[in-house]
């Protein structure tokens, strides 16, 4: 069973955060995760932006950092939407990751450094969502698996950020089973 720390997206540590690492807890895996927001939680994107824009970028990323200090090698690192952010730098930063899952977010590798030889990941999202499939984000996910065999993307039809946490208008359930389904096969494999 694979050790995960899952990193929630700009709204918080939802309900529906849980929700997911709860399916992956039911599968038997250990699943830690962080709240970098300390408690709040937002009830929009906007409303979350604003609080990180507030926070800081920088802190957000030190209070991940200070989250996972005794967090060992062979862990998977998860993030969904802006928790990819943290997720995607410690997976490519860290030694010994075991493995990758960006949720409805993926940057180019560079601004990390380079994608590790070797390292799986699983990159989910929307094919119209506007952040996603609008900013490049598919883009980025779909270069890293054509140089890295071990790297596979997931797109689901439709047009939903935050697709993924039941808690949020947003939910498509239906997409979030099949991404559930295809992570659960992935940690399993790993």
Request: contains cysteine; aromatic residues 8%; glycine residues 14%.
């Amino acid at each position: 069973m694979a050790e995960i720390v899952l990193f929630h997206h700009i709204q918080g540590l939802t309900p529906g955060v849980t929700a997911l690492a709860d399916a992956m807890r039911g599968a038997g895996h250990t699943v830690q995760t962080p709240d970098l927001f300390e408690g709040r939680t937002f009830d929009s994107i906007e409303e979350g932006f604003g609080y990180a824009q507030q926070t800081g970028f920088d802190e957000l990323g030190a209070r991940a950092d200070r989250a996972v200090e005794g967090v060992g090698a062979g862990v998977v690192w998860a993030g969904i939407s802006a928790g990819v952010m943290n997720a995607q730098r410690l997976a490519q930063t860290r030694p010994g990751a075991r493995g990758a899952l960006l949720l409805e977010a993926c940057v180019p590798p560079s601004e990390f450094g380079s994608w590790p030889d070797g390292l799986r990941a699983q990159v989910h999202g929307m094919d119209h969502d506007p952040f996603f499939a609008g900013e490049g984000d598919v883009d980025a996910a779909r270069a890293i698996a054509a140089e890295h065999a071990g790297v596979e993307v997931f797109t689901y039809p439709g047009d939903r950020h935050l697709f993924c946490d039941s808690s949020l208008p947003s939910y498509d359930a239906e997409a979030t089973a099949l991404m559930t389904e295809r992570i659960l096969g992935f940690l399993q494999g790993l």
